[in-house]
């Protein structure tokens, strides 16, 4: 997981890795994933409907994409088919996100409690020093930095675990986390500045029990920073 006022943030206006509309991911897929985390900032407010339309013209795709993967949302849950009318967003509540955050906490966890006995010294260099690059551009304000290094760490630590198929299962989860907005939910940058410091002190111990609830407290601490910014904004049911 990697995973963080004013006004909820529109189409366009906070272009990052998750915006982007390249890569080997299924189109629909790609838009189904802009949707889901728009959803969850307020983008698409609950109770609206999510014209195809105006959709495929906003991202630049056509119309069979969108409708493909307001199918696949309306499986998930995050918008309801209703007869001759089309897809309107379902209302989120804290319980939610928490859910959402307590699945993420445990796998996150798991993947870093295995890592702790896998990771050699050179990693956990490498892992430092991006560590002390993201704590500088923290303080610098520059949050798309902040948020690149510190989806490099988490990924380093998920893939030296040797748990491929949970980490496939965290990045699921993770596709709910509106992560193109890191940078306008207030704590998520401060947040990875601060929180690793616990994580990476049991990953050098080799303390997997250590390194496994560190980064459990590091999601859930992620997870209520996000359901506060999301009770300010007024978007929780």
Request: without cysteine; charged residues 25%; aromatic residues 6%.
């Amino acid at each position: 997981m990697d995973g963080h006022g004013g006004r909820p943030a529109t189409a366009g206006t906070a272009p990052a890795r998750r915006a982007s509309f390249g890569g080997k991911q299924q189109l629909s897929e790609r838009v189904a994933a802009y949707v889901r985390e728009g959803i969850m900032v307020g983008q698409f407010p609950a109770g609206e409907f999510v014209r195809t339309e105006h959709l495929a013209e906003e991202l630049g795709v056509s119309q069979t994409p969108v409708r493909e993967a307001l199918m696949i949302l309306h499986s998930e849950g995050s918008v309801r088919w209703e007869p001759r009318r089309g897809y309107r967003v379902v209302p989120i509540t804290s319980r939610d996100v928490r859910d959402l955050f307590d699945v993420q906490a445990y796998i996150a966890g798991e993947l870093a409690g295995r890592a702790a006995t896998r990771l050699d010294e050179a990693e956990l260099d490498r892992l430092d020093e991006i560590q002390s690059r993201l704590a500088e551009s923290e303080r610098a304000g520059d949050t798309e930095l902040v948020d690149s290094l510190n989806h490099e760490i988490h990924r380093t630590i998920n893939k030296v675990s040797g748990s491929l198929r949970m980490a496939s299962l965290l990045n699921l989860t993770v596709s709910y986390v509106p992560l193109r907005f890191f940078g306008k939910i207030e704590g998520w940058a401060s947040a990875s500045a601060h929180d690793h410091s616990a994580i990476f002190a049991a990953l050098r111990a080799r303390d997997a029990e250590a390194a496994r609830t560190a980064m459990a407290e590091h999601i859930r601490h992620i997870g209520e920073l996000l359901v506060d910014h999301l009770a300010r904004q007024g978007i929780l049911s």
